[in-house]
Nanobody
């Protein structure tokens, strides 16, 4: 089915920015909702943002409001997570996931990428 590959993670100082990419293949991503999740060591995976097949967005984490933005470029079959004003608390492995509809629950998504590490540290 749909294959997802995340990229763009790395080490960044507090206050810095990163843009993560989620590239989809196998099917046209126009038909899928794509969500970003993150998981820090010792913590459960949490939903961050989701974008529907029609382009509507939903924020699932109050801590990223005003700092993170999700968008999609259907021509490139790619979804982005723009992360600004990064904080050490944002350190986690970030995953993208795809399914027919948006959800805050990881268990509802049928396709996952391998994850990309984001580390925010001085």
């Amino acid at each position: 089915q749909l294959q997802l590959v995340e990229s763009g993670g790395g080490l960044v100082q507090p206050g810095g920015s990163l843009r993560l990419s989620c590239a989809a293949s196998g099917f046209t991503s126009d038909y899928y909702a794509i969500a970003w999740f993150r998981q820090a060591p010792g913590k459960e995976r949490e939903g961050v943002l989701c974008i529907s097949s029609s382009g509507g967005t939903t924020n699932y984490a109050d801590s990223v409001k005003g700092r993170f933005t999700i968008s999609r470029d259907n021509a490139k079959n790619t979804v982005y997570l723009q992360m600004n004003s990064l904080k050490p608390e944002d350190t986690a492995v970030y995953y993208c996931a795809a399914d027919r509809w948006c959800s805050r629950f990881a268990s509802t998504f049928g396709s996952w990428g391998q994850g990309t590490q984001v580390t925010v540290s001085s």
